[in-house]
């Protein structure tokens, strides 16, 4: 079991209030280091405080960098004022670019990583994974020896992971929870709730439920629904309106899969507003 007392690498970790994306779900920053410091994913803007805050309760120990896992607003806009605050570089894969919101810019990333590269940290290597789909250029961190994973929002520690369309990519999503799986992490840092203890367990959950709701929406496409409201009706009754986009983003990210795997085709030239219909033919679909 996790412990974060005594945790297997120096890492700790601040929980980062969110005020407008992921509202009332805080963000984990990760601050990895005992000599020299990288700081993963700092938050919404008040994460820079909080960060400066707990490396000052620290001894101010230097910072080497911040990495970002991905641009989203919950984790990446105190990168700006803390590069400038502490006059360090910033880490982001470029294939964010589509993503990055007012907060930050490519004037505020110093370091465009890449797939190839390790982080060093106190002499401890730490590889970098591509895993794409939540959002493109998404990147987790991997520490071999203790198999610690920070997996940003490949995976999250309460509940499920949202794909966003069209940045949001779920044959992307789902190709990268297969390859962290095949890597047996140990542990699962997640960008947002507790520690992931069962890694394994948990990308199984998450496989299988991708493939029901693929399954489930497929058959509503053969029974005649049509448009994305008439998918969420079916697949959530209850749902709560706040999350109505979340739920209509992951139907169109389905969508949009089973739309590459030649099972379903838009009425429309615009797969963002479109209804759907089956392909004729599909030996599946028929
Ligand atoms: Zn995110």
Same mark, same amino acid.
């Not at 496409?221 to 986009?245: C, H, K, M, W």
């Not at 479109?274 to 004729?280: E, H, N, P």
């Given at each position: 079991?996790?412990?974060?007392?005594?945790?297997?690498?120096?890492?700790?970790?601040?929980?980062?209030?969110?005020?407008?994306?992921?509202?009332?779900?805080?963000?984990?920053?990760? !601050?990895? $280091?005992?000599?020299?410091?990288? %700081?993963?994913? @700092? =938050?919404?803007? +008040? /994460?820079?405080?909080?960060?400066?805050?707990?490396?000052?309760?620290?001894?101010?120990?230097?910072?080497?960098?911040?990495?970002?896992?991905?641009?989203?607003?919950?984790?990446?806009?105190?990168?700006?004022?803390?590069?400038?605050?502490?006059?360090?570089?910033?880490?982001?894969?470029?294939?964010?670019?589509?993503?990055?919101?007012?907060?930050?810019?490519?004037?505020?990333?110093?370091?465009?990583?890449?797939?190839?590269?390790?982080?060093? !940290?106190? $002499?401890?290597?730490?590889?970098? %994974?591509?895993? @794409? =789909?939540?959002? +493109? /250029?998404?990147?987790?961190?991997?520490?071999?020896?203790?198999?610690?994973?920070?997996?940003?929002?490949?995976?999250?520690?309460?509940?499920?992971?949202?794909?966003?369309?069209?940045?949001?990519?779920?044959?992307?999503?789902?190709?990268?929870?297969?390859?962290?799986?095949?890597?047996?992490?140990?542990?699962?840092?997640?960008?947002?709730?507790?520690?992931?203890?069962?890694?394994?367990?948990?990308?199984?959950?998450?496989?299988?439920?991708?493939?029901?709701?693929?399954?489930?929406?497929?058959?509503?496409?053969?029974?005649?629904?049509?448009?994305?409201?008439?998918?969420?009706?079916?697949?959530?009754?209850?749902?709560?309106?706040?999350?109505?986009?979340?739920?209509?983003?992951?139907?169109?990210?389905?969508?949009?899969?089973?739309?590459?795997?030649?099972?379903?085709?838009?009425?429309?030239?615009?797969?963002?507003?479109?209804?759907?219909?089956?392909?004729?033919?599909?030996?599946?679909?028929?």
């Amino acid at each position: 079991m996790w412990d974060w007392n005594s945790p297997p690498i120096a890492i700790r970790r601040i929980e980062i209030p969110n005020q407008h994306f992921m509202r009332g779900q805080p963000t984990n920053c990760y !601050v990895l $280091g005992r000599d020299e410091l990288v %700081v993963v994913d @700092p =938050g919404d803007t +008040p /994460g820079a405080d909080l960060v400066l805050e707990h490396l000052a309760n620290c001894g101010n120990r230097p910072v080497k960098a911040i990495f970002l896992t991905h641009a989203h607003p919950d984790h990446a806009p105190a990168a700006s004022v803390l590069r400038q605050t502490l006059g360090v570089p910033v880490m982001l894969h470029p294939d964010n670019d589509p993503i990055m919101r007012e907060h930050i810019s490519w004037n505020d990333i110093d370091c465009e990583i890449n797939p190839d590269q390790l982080l060093h !940290v106190d $002499g401890e290597a730490f590889s970098l %994974v591509m895993t @794409p =789909g939540h959002a +493109p /250029g998404h990147v987790a961190l991997y520490h071999e020896p203790t198999r610690i994973m920070l997996a940003g929002d490949l995976v999250s520690g309460n509940g499920t992971i949202g794909v966003f369309p069209p940045h949001g990519s779920m044959s992307a999503y789902i190709q990268s929870l297969e390859l962290a799986r095949r890597m047996q992490p140990a542990f699962l840092l997640p960008g947002h709730g507790p520690v992931i203890d069962e890694p394994e367990e948990l990308f199984d959950h998450y496989l299988k439920r991708r493939q029901d709701r693929e399954v489930e929406i497929l058959d509503l496409v053969r029974s005649g629904n049509r448009t994305i409201d008439e998918f969420r009706a079916a697949l959530y009754p209850d749902l709560d309106p706040q999350l109505s986009y979340a739920a209509d983003s992951t139907i169109r990210a389905h969508l949009i899969k089973l739309f590459e795997d030649g099972r379903v085709t838009p009425d429309s030239g615009d797969m963002m507003t479109s209804d759907w219909d089956l392909v004729a033919g599909h030996p599946i679909t028929d």
